[in-house]
């Protein structure tokens, strides 16, 4: 059972089902029957609107901006943070999203707008990937299990983390890029140590490409240090 829920509906009865004779009163302890289900696929389509004003001074044309956190893509964070989910974590390929949100959304894109919102996402995790690299400078740290009986001496979860990297590269015959070479590197890296964390994967790449749009650097895969 969820303890967080959207709606609820009270199903009391109105008459005894044993002589029809009027109920009335709520039950303390209800019998719960929870319905789990997903909203109506739609897109959200924002427009701005970009205004040009003449100076009253000089006469010069001023263009109002995009805020700051607006991309210049027609696509935004979610619908990035997806494509690269989609592509990355499950394994579809470029051809296939793009099928996925014809039939679910009615949108209509091409394979070429799925990669270059492969390659935004890819731009937008360097930072954090680049982080967590640095601690495989440590290297007297790889060895701490010679001396703490508590960390296992195997490679197995390694191993475990690397075969689905394997499996996908079988299945895909890898990339076709350096790009997306890079591109896959970067998702599955920061999908595993998330995963590992038992942190929100979709909301911290939603993070990320949103300071990516804003030309901020993303948050940390590292787990937070105790204080």
Same mark, same amino acid.
């Given at each position: #059972?969820?303890?967080?829920?959207?709606?609820?509906?009270? %199903?009391?009865?109105?008459?005894?089902?044993?002589?029809? %004779?009027?109920?009335?009163?709520? /039950?303390?302890?209800?019998?719960?029957?929870?319905?789990?289900?997903?909203?109506?696929?739609? *897109?959200?389509?924002?427009? =701005?609107?970009?205004?040009?004003? +003449?100076?009253?001074?000089?006469?010069?044309?001023? !263009?109002?901006?995009?805020?700051?956190?607006?991309?210049?893509?027609?696509?935004?964070?979610? *619908?990035?943070? #997806?494509?690269?989910?989609?592509?990355?974590?499950?394994?579809?390929?470029?051809?296939?999203?793009?099928? *996925? =949100?014809?039939?679910?959304?009615?949108?209509?894109?091409?394979?070429?707008?799925?990669?270059?919102?492969?390659?935004? /996402?890819?731009?937008?995790?360097?930072?954090?990937?680049?982080?967590?690299?640095?601690?495989?400078?440590?290297?007297?740290?790889?060895?701490?299990?010679?001396?703490? +009986?508590?960390?296992?001496?195997?490679?197995?979860? %390694?191993?475990?983390?690397?075969? =689905?990297?394997?499996?996908?590269?079988?299945?895909?015959?890898?990339?076709?890029? #350096?790009?997306?070479? !890079?591109? #896959?590197?970067?998702?599955?890296?920061? %999908?595993?140590?998330?995963?590992?964390?038992?942190? /929100?994967?979709?909301? =911290?790449?939603?993070?990320?490409?949103?300071?990516?749009?804003?030309?901020?650097?993303?948050?940390?895969?590292?787990?937070?240090?105790?204080?």
């Amino acid at each position: #059972m969820l303890e967080q829920v959207d709606e609820v509906v009270e %199903c009391v009865p109105a008459v005894c089902e044993q002589c029809e %004779c009027a109920l009335a009163g709520i /039950d303390e302890n209800p019998q719960r029957h929870q319905v789990i289900d997903i909203p109506d696929p739609r *897109l959200v389509t924002t427009e =701005y609107r970009l205004h040009q004003l +003449p100076c009253p001074a000089c006469g010069a044309r001023t !263009r109002g901006k995009l805020p700051a956190d607006v991309p210049a893509s027609w696509f935004g964070a979610r *619908l990035h943070v #997806m494509t690269g989910t989609l592509v990355g974590r499950f394994r579809q390929s470029n051809r296939l999203v793009a099928e *996925l =949100y014809g039939v679910i959304y009615k949108l209509s894109i091409s394979s070429g707008s799925v990669c270059a919102m492969e390659r935004r /996402d890819s731009k937008a995790l360097v930072a954090p990937v680049e982080e967590a690299r640095e601690i495989l400078k440590l290297e007297p740290h790889l060895w701490a299990f010679l001396d703490d +009986p508590a960390i296992p001496v195997t490679n197995n979860l %390694c191993e475990r983390l690397l075969r =689905y990297a394997v499996i996908w590269r079988k299945l895909s015959y890898g990339t076709q890029s #350096m790009a997306g070479t !890079r591109f #896959m590197e970067r998702i599955l890296t920061v %999908c595993a140590t998330l995963e590992l964390q038992d942190r /929100d994967v979709f909301g =911290y790449l939603t993070e990320a490409v949103e300071a990516h749009f804003s030309d901020q650097t993303a948050p940390s895969i590292l787990p937070a240090t105790p204080s």
